[in-house]
């Protein structure tokens, strides 16, 4: 769905949400401009489309998405609410109320390697996606997208 711009509101997204947003235009070239200046005086050059749109100051700090953010957008059939929800292990109860308001679920999975391994919880390390997809899944939650992030870490360049 492209959006209409009828509707504001974008806090927080995934990194990989909010550049679409700036490609589909509802970040401006100019505000893209000034979060690049400002990510790279304070030595965070690469969070600058985190920055778009992440306006807490602890969140900026620790470079992760730690409340439920809201973003709105029309098309000519839906009204599209999205809730970015933290996916960092220290704020699962922020994702699980973001969760548990969806229809509709996008699942980001670091692609790069050993991140992956360590997301499904294989060789016995860690399991945070799994454990998401699974709590995603007991709220009812029938629809899943799997966006796979970070290709370029591991050589995939088409």
């Not at 990194?15 to 490609?23: D, E, P, V």
């Not at 439920?68 to 029309?74: G, I, K, L, P, S």
Request: glycine fraction near 10%; aromatic fraction near 8%; charge should be neutral.
């Amino acid at each position: 769905m492209l959006p209409d711009k009828k509707c504001g509101g974008l806090c927080q997204l995934n990194l990989a949400i909010r550049r679409l947003l700036h490609i589909l235009w509802w970040i401006s070239q100019k505000d893209m401009h000034k979060y690049e200046k400002e990510a790279k005086q304070q030595g965070k050059g690469s969070f600058a489309y985190t920055w778009a749109l992440d306006e807490s100051v602890e969140g900026r700090e620790r470079g992760i998405t730690m409340v439920v953010a809201v973003a709105c957008f029309e098309s000519r059939k839906f009204h599209v609410v999205m809730l970015d929800s933290p996916g960092h292990k220290d704020f699962v109860v922020n994702m699980i109320s973001g969760a548990t308001q969806a229809d509709v679920v996008i699942l980001v999975v670091d692609a790069s390697i050993g991140s992956f391994e360590a997301g499904m919880g294989l060789n016995g390390v860690g399991g945070q996606t799994k454990e998401h997809a699974q709590l995603i899944r007991s709220f009812g939650v029938e629809h899943l997208i799997v966006v796979v992030n970070k290709m370029d870490f591991v050589g995939y360049s088409k």
